[in-house]
């Protein structure tokens, strides 16, 4: 419904309730008041859709969290932030986004820096393909909109590692266009309340959520800024319409959903089981001399790629990694002994490293070409890096250290 063809009245609201704006949408009940009964019948979408609208903005104003990202509309730090979140719980990505706002406060001076920089100051946050798409980004932002971040979400979606999510959230609530998002969250908290029964990640399920989500964000334009109406959405899916046992009771929204009418929150949203994650058994080699640690960069493109790292192979004991170990810069007569185990866990993997250390009298000169997938050796100080480390070379390193290196642990 566009806003002309609004009652005068409405402001959000209907005319009835105008000199109080709900704070809830209505809660949908069988007669007797008892749920998992089927709902009555459900009013007009455009009434459903404004009623979730102005519930969800009053909800979200008293309850918000107040965090770093939603004290600004710069859309770069906003671009930041969602890159950071993909994938990456919010306690953890708030330091390393004021770090690196900090360092980097503008697209200009990311676009400036050197990637090896970059990779060092998002070392540890995991899933560094991130950081290197966001560099190539910010420079092409750069060179082709002059160091500001488009308003069009076409535009948007057209610089590397931009697709719909980032860009709707970029263009919603950086320049509050009526722009849909889903996420993990918004795709559960949709699921729930319109009772979408297809898989959220097949094709069919996917076309409803973010139809649904155009349809509600575009709704809710007239009364509530769409940033925050997304923003909103997020809320709600990261802190009451969880994965398991939501808090039905603490949503603005229950009576206009579907799954808590018909008793179905613990059935939705449909996702199919993942595969079992395969197990891929490594040996890596922490070859000490003094202060120093021989570490490998690895390749650009790849896994891990751009980091650097102790040597590591495939291989399920250190007998067999020997004559590998020798192709990525260790020497052969490197008295190396297992010291311990970690386990890494990732999306479509889980890496099962064996540990081995040596210690040598004085470091030797680093081979011209190493096997794939490293391109440079250097002997560092593990103490003082300002290199891009993974957090798999963080515990590796850490398990080669630990005081009782004799006995095999494992490090999870």
Sequence with gaps: MSPASRSPARGGASASH????????PRRRSPSGEQGATPPEAPAPSERDLDIAAALAAWFDRVARDLPWRRTRDPYAIWLSEVMLQQTRVETVIPYY?????RYPTVFALASAAIDDVLSLWSGLGYYRRARVLHLAAREVTARHDGALPRDVTALRALPGVGAYTAGAIASIAYDQPVPLVDGNVARVLSRIEGIDDDIRSAAGTRKLWSTADRLVRGAAGSVQ??????????????????RNPRCDACPVDGACVARALGRQAELPVIAPKRDVPAVAMVAAVVRSGDRVLFVRRAEGGLFGGLWEPPMVEARALADARALLEQVGIEPDAPLREV???RHI????????TV????????????AKLASPYEKAAWLDPGVLDIGVSKLARKVLSAASAPDAGSARRSR
């Design 98 to 102: 004021e770090r690196f706002l900090a």
């Design 340 to 342: 311990g185990r970690v």
């Design 346 to 353: 990732l999306t479509h993997r889980r890496l099962d490293v």
């Design 18 to 25: 105008a000199s109080q704006a709900p704070t809830r949408a």
């Design 226 to 243: 769409p940033g925050r109406f997304n923003q909103a959405l997020m809320e709600l899916g990261a802190t009451v319409c969880t994965p």
């Design 356 to 367: 081995a250390r040596a210690e040598v009298a004085a470091p030797w000169r680093s081979r």
